[in-house]
């Protein structure tokens, strides 16, 4: 059965950072793609960042130039590190992953960005 356990959320203050982490456990194959999403209280999840196993990346406008998604693919493991943040990144955030569209999903971490 195919787990994904994410890591590092917590609170911190305007401006502050934090690193998501993710881990997929029980595939038998390379994630091609995964990703971070996210969903504030009484808002839809929106994709945050995606990163293919080419490394290829993808970024919601919002947190271009501010967060970075990387990925180790032997381990099926992907990393969110989050700069600069804002109150208005304040979500649960969720990792996400699979060989061709994104099957899996974690339980979700929640980051809160206040003073």
């Known amino acids: 059965q195919v787990q994904l356990v994410e890591s590092g959320g917590g609170l911190v203050q305007p401006g502050g950072s934090l690193r998501l982490s993710c881990a997929a456990s029980?595939?038998?194959?390379?994630?091609?793609?995964m990703g971070w999403y996210r969903q504030a209280p009484g808002k839809e999840r929106e994709l945050v960042a995606a990163?293919?196993?080419?490394?290829?990346?993808n970024y919601a406008d919002s947190v271009k130039g501010r967060f970075t998604i990387s990925r180790a693919n032997a381990k099926n493991t992907v990393s969110l590190q989050m700069n600069n943040l804002k109150p208005e990144d304040t979500a649960v955030y969720y990792c996400?992953?699979?060989?061709?569209?994104?099957?899996?999903w974690g339980q979700g971490t929640q980051v809160t960005v206040s003073s």
């Open positions: 029980g595939s038998a194959f390379i994630f091609n793609v």
């Open positions: 996400t992953g699979g060989r061709y569209t994104y099957n899996y």
């Open positions: 990163i293919t196993s080419s490394s290829t990346t």
